[in-house]
């Protein structure tokens, strides 16, 4: 497959992934796939998910005492 390929398929998979993840707002689940260990906080105390998805960032609060909003992976881009 080339890159074009590859590329329409990979986006047409984030499509596919963003009607189906509600925590992720704007985000793919892989780029929200980031270990509980290496998360960069990306709110502020008290942030709700609605406030921490408008930053642009990832929500998840399933995991104590770690940030529950965190800076997503970065993607790498798709040039034709």
Do not use: H
């Amino acid at each position: 497959m080339d890159l074009k390929g590859l590329c329409f398929l990979a986006f047409a998979l984030m499509l596919g992934f963003s009607s189906t993840v509600g925590e992720y707002v704007g985000l793919s689940a892989s780029q929200c796939a980031v270990p509980s260990s290496e998360r960069q906080d990306c709110g502020y105390p008290e942030v709700t998910e609605e406030q921490c998805n408008n930053r642009g960032c990832c929500f998840d609060s399933s995991i104590p005492e770690v940030p529950w909003c965190f800076n997503p992976l970065q993607e790498a881009e798709c040039t034709f």
